[in-house]
């Protein structure tokens, strides 16, 4: 079994894992994205893909990462399977430490908005 690396960051969509649901999510955000239940995807990703603006963010960040849709983080981490999603949270020695949830998401427009809001928080856990 190998180690978990001391500090990573979880990103987690309010959405189903698989081709389907990233199919019937793509067609949602187009036909209504005011009643898309997951503001981190609306941000971070097109149509069909992540947003280069966002993956270059997230490789430049140099930290190890984890991304997961709503039932593999809940069978992931179960003592925070009723946090609010989505969520980026920070996994420091196997704890896992919230920065951003729901609420922080609706007042962002863009991944410039986001990668503010993140580099704020990861600043505010510096260490």
């Known amino acids: 079994m190998s180690a ?3 500090r990573r960051l979880i990103l ?9 649901a ?11 994205p005011a009643t898309y239940a997951c503001d981190l995807c609306a941000i971070t990703y097109g149509l069909t893909s992540m947003k280069r603006e966002w993956r270059d963010y997230l490789d430049g960040l140099g ?7 709503r039932p593999d983080f809940r069978a ?10 989505p ?10 430490q ?5 609420a922080d998401f609706r007042g962002l427009k863009s991944v410039a908005d986001l990668k503010s809001a993140l580099d704020a928080r990861l ?5």
């Open 22 to 32: 990233g199919a019937l999510d793509s067609l949602h955000k187009l036909v209504s």
């Open 63 to 69: 930290m190890d990462m984890v991304f997961h849709h």
């Open 123 to 127: 600043a505010a856990h510096a260490g």
């Open 12 to 20: 987690v969509y309010n959405a189903e894992a698989g081709l389907l």
């Open 87 to 96: 969520l980026v949270a920070l996994e420091v020695e196997g704890r896992l």
């Open 98 to 102: 919230p920065l951003m949830g729901p």
């Open 76 to 85: 992931s981490f179960p003592a925070a399977a009723d946090w609010p999603l």
């Open 4 to 6: 978990v690396p001391p």
